[in-house]
């Protein structure tokens, strides 16, 4: 699966932005999709990730009632609509392919390019 990210750029602190995922593979809707972040020097963190056959969502701490994950199968895509930004959620956002049920980064075999998502104050 190759999954292709976009929709970063830079926002002001209280501002939104909308990420996109288009996994290559037509049969993606049998993978959790899920998003994770890198800030400057440190480790990669999951975001939120969405159930391919239920279509339950899970968040991390930090964005729960901010960040919105969705999925389009008919369209092949998959959303992150984050609002109320923060300049702590500046970093480089990637798209994944995996187990829904993981919020390990090394349990997820498939990676977009990543999208930088700035928020400044």
């Known amino acids: 699966v190759q999954l292709q990210a976009s929709g970063g750029g830079l926002v002001q602190a209280g501002g939104s932005l909308r990420l996109s995922c288009a996994p290559s593979?037509?049969?993606?809707?049998?993978?959790?999709m899920g998003w994770f972040r890198q800030a400057p020097g440190k480790e990669r963190d999951f975001v939120a990730s969405?159930?391919?056959?239920?279509?339950?969502?899970n968040y991390a701490d930090s964005v729960k009632g901010r960040f919105t994950i969705s999925r389009d199968n008919a369209k092949s895509t998959v959303t992150l609509q984050m609002i109320s930004l923060k300049p702590d959620d500046t970093a480089v956002y990637y798209c994944?392919?995996?187990?829904?049920?993981?919020?390990?980064?090394?349990?997820?075999?498939?990676w977009g390019q990543g999208t930088q998502v700035t928020v400044s104050s």
């Open positions: 994944a392919a995996g187990p829904f049920g993981s919020t390990s980064p090394r349990a997820w075999p498939y």
């Open positions: 593979d037509p049969t993606f809707r049998n993978y959790g």
């Open positions: 969405i159930s391919g056959s239920t279509g339950r969502a």
